[in-house]
C-alpha cells in the first residue's frame, strides 16, 4: 500500500507473526531482490486501542509514527472487514493515534489522522540545553540553512528556503539525518511557501532517505509555519507523491492530517526466519 507515494509492506500479524521485523524489513524492501518499498509495517491487536501498528525503515531501524502508514491502516482494516467503526484508535510507539475514516461505498477513499499535539522542544531528540532548535544554522558545502526542530512524537528538521527544487536532498538529507545535534536522528524536511499560501515540500526521511511523502513531516512542516506566522492555521502540503490538508487547531492544540490511502496489490512471499 502507499500513502502518496511513501509505499510500505503491510502484514496482519494476527494471521502471519514475524519473529525478526528488523531483518525482514531490510530483505524485503530491497527494490532489486525483495518487493520493494519504503518499509514494513506490521498491524497487530492492541489492549490499549482498536488497533496497534509497528513500523520498521528499509534499513531495519524502528520509526516511531507514520502518518502516511497510519492512512493505510486504516483503510486495510475497513476494506478488510477487521472493523466496521468509521473511527478507530491506533497504538503507535508515539503514542495512540484517532483515525477518522471517509468511506465510500464499502471502502476507505481518505482517512483523517489526529496526529496530536506537536511539540518545539524535546531533549530526549535534541541536544541543546533546553532541547529545541529555532531557525539554527547549518552549514553544508558552503551553503548556510536555518532549520527549526518539531516532534510529531518523532523529529524532524524543517528548513525554509526560497527555491525548494534546486536543495541537493540527496547530498544534504544524510548530513542533517546524522548531525550530532540529534542523538536519535531526525527527518529533515525541506519547504517552500508558496504565493497561495500552500507548502512545497521534499523530504529526506530517517532510515529511509529520499520518499515521496512524508505524513508526520508535512504536519512538521506546517507547525513551523504557523509557528513563525508564516503561515494561516489550514495548509496544502505538495509533496513529491501528491497533496495533504494539514490543520492545526488552535483550541485542542492537535494537528489534524487528511489524505488518501492506496492499496497496490496484494501477494504471497515466503518467509525464511
Known amino acids: 500500500m502507499h500513502g502518496l507515494g511513501n509505499d510500505y509492506i503491510y502484514v496482519d500479524t494476527s494471521l502471519y507473526p514475524i ?23 506490521l498491524i497487530g491487536m492492541s489492549p490499549v486501542a482498536d488497533f496497534s501498528m509497528r513500523i520498521f525503515n528499509a534499513d531495519g531501524s524502528e520509526a516511531m509514527m507514520c502518518g502516511n502508514a497510519s492512512r493505510c491502516i486504516g483503510k486495510f482494516v475497513y476494506d478488510n472487514a477487521l472493523t466496521r467503526k468509521d473511527e478507530i484508535s491506533l497504538e503507535t510507539l508515539s503514542g495512540i ?15 483523517t ?13 535534541v541536544a541543546t540545553r533546553d532541547g529545541s532548535l529555532m531557525k539554527k544554522d547549518f552549514n553544508i558545502n558552503g551553503v548556510t540553512y536555518y532549520g527549526t526542530y518539531v516532534c510529531m512524537g518523532n523529529p524532524h528538521l524543517v528548513i525554509f528556503v526560497e527555491d525548494v527544487e534546486s ?10 539525518e546524522n548531525h550530532q545535534l540529534f542523538p536519535q536522528k531526525t527527518n ?3 519547504a517552500e511557501i508558496k504565493p497561495d499560501g500552500s ?41 513529491d507523491g501528491g497533496d495533504l490538508q494539514v490543520y492545526w487547531d488552535n483550541i485542542d492544540k492537535h494537528i489534524y492530517m487528511r489524505g488518501t490511502a492506496e492499496k497496490v496489490f496484494d501477494g504471497a512471499i515466503e518467509l525464511n526466519e
Not at 115 to 124: A, E
Not at 199 to 213: D, F, H, L, N, P
Request: hydrophobic content about 40%; aromatic content about 4%; overall charge positive.
Open 188 to 190: 529533515v524536511e525541506f
Open 19 to 41: 519473529k525478526d521485523p528488523s531483518a525482514t524489513s531490510i530483505k524485503w524492501s530491497d527494490r532489486h531482490k525483495g518487493i520493494g518499498a519504503d518499509g514494513l509495517v
Open 97 to 111: 493515534k484517532r483515525l477518522m475514516l471517509h468511506v465510500t461505498g464499502n471502502e476507505v477513499e481518505s482517512v
Open 199 to 239: 507548502i512545497r515540500m521534499r523530504v529526506w526521511e530517517r532510515g529511509s532517505g529520499i520518499t515521496q511523502a512524508c505524513g508526520t513531516g508535512a504536519c512538521a512542516t506546517a507547525f513551523a509555519a504557523i509557528s513563525t506566522n508564516k503561515v494561516q492555521n489550514e495548509i496544502l502540503i505538495h509533496m
Open 167 to 176: 536543495v541537493p536532498l540527496a547530498s544534504v538529507g544524510p548530513v542533517l
Open 113 to 125: 489522522v489526529d496526529m496530536g499535539v506537536p511539540s518545539l522542544s524535546n531533549s530526549r531528540q
